[in-house]
């Protein structure tokens, strides 16, 4: 090969020499073969040789121009565990009831090709190749277009602050790494040092390489914390800005949705004044809030929160700590989001961090009751931000979702498994820790689909579709705006009430959080309101409601543990 300058190097071979289907490997300075950094397609995994995929993809989409972001109803999956098959191509027959369910964007965790066919994809080491076990580029393909033709949006989660360790090559080829920073996961990326501007082309190149040629929708980048770049134009505002121009050239609504642990609002907000000009951002304080009201947990991060203020604090503004000292932390934490629009923020009751980091992998259904998980199910879906749900949380899933990988070097495996039981030590939790590299720790996480249409799963997921029919079709919920909102936290009585407006319409819903039965006095102002929705009705395989159908001014209403009710204005 002939270098061009800039450390790339080219040839070109005659028309047929390397055809698709043909595999291929570069030969480095001594004599070293390694897989194509940019590689499509690793047939034989991330050791074995690169593999020239198809170009050309019989797409029925071409009419597709995306959901508005506020439309986003999120739902994210594992594909090797969300079937039995643990492929692209046997997911799409569960796409009709998503769809049903109310759900508009699908989000995969990463795809990218990872050692041996058990992870969870953040060890992926060829951020361009679709994992070969899950169906390789043409799997993911027909996934997409699957999708498409149902008006479900895509969202692939993409990890640019660090690849591998197994099968990471990519520093023999270029300064694609950096002894500067370091990341919990290993060497940190080089975005700002020597030869940078090449490491940044490769990254941005690859959300390209989604958006353009497989058609995905949206990028949910993983951890950006971990992402070192204190440069004058750092690598996430150049991101975002060629991944904007390229949805305006394609005519589509494609969006990055960034993943912190600062509370730092900078991350959406605009360009022009001085953010990063991302369009959403995942909210971990909504979800700590949530956890710690419903399961009483205080250890590790839990232990900064617990309180029903702040709840309303995480309706009210999205962040809860915005500078407040952190206990956890041990130092002042955050920033307000006060200003920054509700379909800027992903809330959730649970994500494949929050349920696979724990010791057990224990998902909220293992840890509460039916009337909890109907509680936290209202919580969400009733806020005015983005909602995101795990695989399987709608139907109440039992079965666990644990960390697993499938190595082939020893030593790695066993580093995993001794950082696994350190990662532990804040929480106390009792227990040994799942072996990442068993078998059956990944077969324990499959989701047992046939359970939704039955008992109490069934009543599950027929209360999460109607939560999510009320969001579409009242204005008041659907609106999304933090400013058309009134939220009034009882503390003593552990009790909320959120009122949010649009127009003329007007919803009301208190939530519960006490373990027994109690009242509450709430204000119905205007005129008559109407009950809407009671979790604790009999039909979401309650008591009954003891809530009266129609309400107006002051009232007291009885209200059950752990429990909410919706009302509209007539």
């Given amino acids: ?239 975002g800005k060629r991944v904007h121009e390229c949805g305006r050239q394609l005519g589509r609504q494609v969006y990055l949705m960034a993943e912190s642990d600062r509370n730092d609002p900078r991350l959406v907000e605009a360009r022009e004044r001085n953010g990063l000009g991302l369009d959403a951002l995942w909210n971990d304080d909504f979800h700590h809030s949530l956890h710690a009201l419903l399961t009483g947990e205080r250890k590790g991060y839990y232990c900064d929160f617990g309180r029903t203020e702040q709840m309303a604090a995480a309706f009210r503004q999205g962040f809860v700590y915005t500078g407040q000292y952190s206990e956890y932390r041990r130092r002042r934490h955050g920033s307000s989001s006060a200003h920054v629009p509700a379909r800027r923020m992903v809330v959730f009751t649970q994500n494949h961090d929050q349920v696979g980091n724990r010791m057990l992998g224990e998902r909220l259904s293992s840890l509460v009751s039916l009337d909890a998980l109907k509680l936290a199910a209202g919580l969400v879906l009733l806020s005015p931000y983005l909602p995101l749900l795990f695989m399987g949380e709608e139907y109440g899933e039992p079965a666990p979702f644990q960390y697993f990988v499938s190595h082939s070097d020893t030593r790695l495996i066993e580093a995993v498994r001794n950082g696994r039981r350190e990662e532990f030590a804040a929480f106390g939790w009792q227990g040994g820790v799942p072996d990442p590299q068993d078998p059956a720790t990944f077969e324990r996480s499959r989701l047992r689909w046939e359970l939704r249409d039955a008992g109490h799963h069934a009543a599950l997921a027929e209360l999460y579709r109607e939560l999510l029919g009320l969001r579409r079709s009242l204005p008041a919920l659907a609106c999304g705006s933090k400013e058309e909102m009134e939220v009034h936290v009882h503390e003593a009585e552990h009790t909320l009430a959120v009122r949010r407006w649009h127009g003329k319409s007007e919803a009301l819903a208190v939530f519960h959080f006490a373990d027994a039965a109690g009242t509450v006095k709430a204000g119905f102002p205007g005129g008559e309101w109407v009950r809407v929705l009671d979790s604790s009705d009999a039909r979401w395989m309650g008591p009954g409601s003891r809530i009266p159908e129609r309400v107006s001014g002051d009232v007291v209403l009885p209200i059950g543990p752990k429990a909410f009710v919706l009302f509209a204005r007539v």
């Fill in 1 to 239: 090969m002939e270098s061009t300058g800039a450390g790339y190097w080219h040839l070109e071979l005659g028309s047929g020499v390397l055809g698709p289907g043909s595999r291929y490997m570069y030969r480095l300075e001594g004599g070293l073969d390694r897989p194509d950094p940019a590689s499509r397609f690793q047939p034989e995994g991330v050791h074995g040789p690169s593999q020239v995929a198809e170009t050309g993809f019989a797409w029925s989409d071409l009419d597709w121009k995306g959901h508005a972001l506020e439309e986003y109803v999120l739902y994210e999956a594992h594909v090797g565990t969300f079937t039995s098959a643990g492929t692209f191509d046997a997911m799409v027959p569960r796409l009709d009831a998503l769809r049903d369910l109310g759900i508009t964007a699908l989000e995969l965790m990463p795809v990218a090709q990872f050692p041996g066919e058990r992870n969870w994809g953040y060890d992926g080491a060829y951020p361009f190749a679709a994992q070969n076990s899950y169906g390789g580029p043409e799997g993911l393909r027909r996934l997409v277009d699957a999708c498409h033709t149902r008006k479900m949006a895509v969202v692939l989660d993409v990890v640019y602050n660090h690849l591998g360790p197994e099968g990471n090559y990519l520093a023999d080829f270029g300064p694609y790494f950096t002894d500067r920073y370091r990341t919990p996961w290993g060497p940190a990326i080089n975005f700002d040092g020597p030869g940078s501007d090449e490491v940044r082309r490769f990254f941005i190149e690859n959300a390209l390489y989604w958006i353009e040629e497989c058609h995905v929708d949206a990028l949910r980048l993983d951890a950006v914390h971990a992402i070192v770049d204190p440069s004058a134009r750092p690598f996430l505002e150049e991101l």
